[in-house]
């Protein structure tokens, strides 16, 4: 049964709700064993939360930072903020001290929360320069606070502020006084153009959510959830309410790189990702598969066949398989399947909801195919997450993003962009009357700036339609739609499609180094450095064979012609990544000019 509370008090009515039930499982920054608290622990660090920010003297409605990886000392603040009506604004740990400086000036935040040593550094060498700055929080106790930083002080020096709730009865009392129209975050978008903006999201918008995603997203209080993506990214954070709201257990992962012994540590039964993740797991089995006997290679792969029959060719139409079919993919699925899902630490799999980009088909078809209830979902931060995904046990279309949930109107306008109109989509952005007004249509639809359709109740995605590419011979390249199908190669790490007003289609390629290096080491490619590595002729000859096979369903105009392989990896810190990890295709065409240029060249 959900409990959907408004934000001030959900974890409180949770709390009367289990008690002493274990919520929160974590680690300590740094630490290796994995620690719990219980509903009332977890409400007892929010009151502590709430009652120390009201003796700092927060406001209500006042804008807080949060800038950190994911900790159960985010999730403490986070509500303990809510409850006194203040908002937080969440910073990506990996922000550049550009990117801190303008949303702490953007947001004139007073008080900042930040994570570990890295995070504290940046704040500290901004402090300066973001004149409303007056306190830094510091989450890890590890950290080493500078001798003179007398701004600065620790989160367990910050919750003794709150001991005893001194001030509880004004804290009960401005819960009282809370009401919908409160805003909870803004979300900071570090969007692939333009300058970041800040997307309004109020707890009435939360609400909408969590009573529209409960109906259709069937996550229970049994569930053991791992927290993998950023608090900061809305997927995460919306999914990590919704998660509470039904009194399910949080697993709260720290290091993204640690996700999979996470996985195999703690048993989840699900997580949401994005689809790179998934990619990788994908390209992991292949490649131990590809490692294996013959024998064991064709039964994997006949395994892999009745799975896609059973669970993609019937269940995903609402068909029942055969009966023999049915029971050779149980058998499969008790033996094959069950130790590949052992091995990923998903022995217990319930479902996986996946957004946030372009998912494979190929991927989706192997993840349904191992028993892993992929749910494919579309959002953005503007809609607060979900606008679409897969309904569990109900038909659902492989390349599609689901069903819309309740009480989204989603138009489609004459020139295919996708429209939305109901509870969950923002007000507008933080104090950018301007772009707010031009992200809304006459009629009051927020424009998605995605292009898509609607076929028989389903949603399907074309391409961003800034993101269209036009070749100078007049033909339309969708980018992204190319580089999900390269992205399944284990050897290509990351992509980045190049078109737009060129001949033909080129793309710079990062690939997986340590694969080419067994590679080159298996061929004798001789090899010193990586550089030579990326222009030896063999690789890339190599690389062409791969690329070749990958696009062969590809419109002549949209195969790549030429590519570059680059020895070091597309970086957030030189502004070639969003801090989601998107392509910034401008900053890439500015830094990579002359590798371009050079592929163009007659």
């Known amino acids: 049964m959900q409990t959907n509370s408004h934000l001030s008090r959900l974890i409180h009515d949770q709390a009367k709700k289990y008690g002493d039930r274990e919520e929160l499982i974590y680690k300590d920054f740094g630490g290796s064993e994995w620690k719990s608290y219980s509903w009332n622990q977890f ?14 003297g927060v406001k209500v409605q006042e804008n807080l930072g949060v800038f950190a990886q994911n900790s159960v000392q985010y999730l403490f603040c986070d509500f303990g903020a809510w409850g006194i009506r203040a908002v937080t604004i969440p910073f990506y740990a990996t922000s550049s001290e ?60 910050f919750l003794k502020l709150g001991e005893n709730y001194p001030r509880q009865t004004e804290v009960e009392s401005l819960q009282a006084q809370a009401t919908m129209d409160d805003i909870a975050n803004i979300l900071y978008t570090s969007g692939t153009t333009g300058d970041s903006k800040g997307v ?27 927290n993998f993506l950023p608090f900061t ?43 790179r993740f998934w990619e990788k797991v994908y390209m992991g089995v292949l490649e131990q598969i590809e490692k294996a006997s013959a024998p064991k290679r064709k039964l994997f ?13 019937y269940l995903s139409k609402g068909k029942r398989p055969p009966l023999f079919l049915h029971l050779e993919y149980e058998l499969l699925n008790k033996t094959i399947f069950s130790l590949v899902r052992k091995e990923l630490g998903l022995e217990n799999a319930n479902f996986f909801p996946t957004a946030g980009a372009t998912v494979n088909p190929k991927v989706e078809e192997f993840v349904h195919a191992i028993g892993i209830n992929m749910i494919v979902g579309y959002g953005l931060t503007e809609s607060l997450a979900t606008v679409s995904c897969d309904h569990l046990g109900k038909p659902y279309t492989v390349g599609g993003v689901g069903i819309p949930i309740e009480g989204i109107d989603i138009k489609i306008s004459d020139e295919g962009e996708i429209l939305l109109k109901g509870p969950t989509i923002t007000r507008g952005y933080y104090n950018r009357d301007d772009l707010t007004k ?24 074309k391409e961003r339609i800034k993101d269209l590419f036009k070749t100078s011979n007049g033909k339309y390249i969708a980018p ?30 990062i690939p997986v180094y340590s694969l080419l290096e067994e590679y080159a080491r298996e061929n004798k490619i001789p090899f010193e450095s990586r550089e030579q590595l990326c222009k030896d002729p063999k690789i890339n000859e190599m690389m062409k064979e791969r690329i070749d096979t990958l696009q062969q369903s590809l419109a002549h105009y949209e195969q790549i012609k030429r590519f570059t392989l680059l020895p070091h990896h597309f970086t957030v810190e030189k502004g070639e990544l969003t801090n989601t990890l998107k392509i910034k295709r401008r900053v890439l065409n500015e830094n990579y000019k002359k590798e371009i240029d050079a592929m163009y060249a007659e």
């Not at 570990?116 to 950290?143: G, H, M, N, W």
């Open 233 to 275: 990214h809305i997927f995460e954070k919306g999914w990590k309410i919704l998660c509470l709201t039904k009194g399910a257990r949080l697993i709260v992962n720290t290091y993204p790189m640690e996700v999979q012994q996470s996985m195999r540590q703690t048993h989840p039964t699900c997580m949401s990702s994005v689809p």
């Open 301 to 313: 792969n006949h395994a892999l066949s009745v799975g896609k029959k059973h669970n993609i060719d």
């Open 480 to 509: 992204q739609m190319i580089e999900s199908k390269l992205l399944v190669d284990k050897y290509i790490d990351q992509i980045a499609i190049i078109a737009d007003q060129r001949k033909f289609v080129s793309a710079l390629i």
């Open 438 to 461: 031009t992200a809304f249509t006459e009629d009051g639809y927020f424009k998605t700036g995605d292009s898509g359709y609607l076929k028989d109740g389903e949603l399907f995605l």
């Open 98 to 157: 550009q990117q801190i400086q303008f949303m702490i000036s953007d947001a004139k935040i007073r008080f900042l929360f930040v994570g570990e040593q890295e995070q504290y550094d940046k704040a500290r060498r901004i402090f300066s320069t973001c004149p409303t700055l007056e306190r830094i929080i510091v989450f890890d106790k590890s950290v080493n606070i500078a001798k003179l930083d007398l701004s600065s002080m620790y989160f367990d020096d």
């Open 200 to 226: 309004i999201l109020t707890c009435g918008q939360y609400h909408a959510a969590m009573v529209a995603n409960g109906k259709c997203v069937p996550v229970e209080e049994d569930d053991r959830v791992l």
């Open 43 to 56: 409400s007892d660090m929010v009151k502590k939360v709430s009652n120390a920010l009201l003796n700092l």
